[in-house]
């Protein structure tokens, strides 16, 4: 079995700068990013409609249960 060493053989600024640039470089996780934000837009669209339509089904709802409250019920 080979074991691969992760020790630098560079002092440990360039070691870091190396890392560091990988990693800004690597696309890898762009995907979730790109999740996450429009997963976040989809929710704030999806609160703007509830508040926008909360006042008129709330109006509806009451004037239904006006009616049904009226009405009688038979056997």
């Given at each position: ?5 992760n020790a ?45 339509t909360v ?8 004037q239904i ?11």
């Open positions: 079995m080979v074991k691969h060493s630098c053989p560079w002092p440990q600024e360039v070691c870091l700068y190396d890392q560091v640039k990988r990693w800004i470089i690597d696309e890898d996780g762009a995907v979730t990013v790109d999740w996450v934000v429009l997963t976040a837009t989809l929710a704030v669209i999806g609160g703007i409609v509830v508040a926008l006042d008129g089904t709330t109006d509806v709802g009451n249960g006006t009616v049904l409250s009226e009405k009688t019920v038979t056997e």
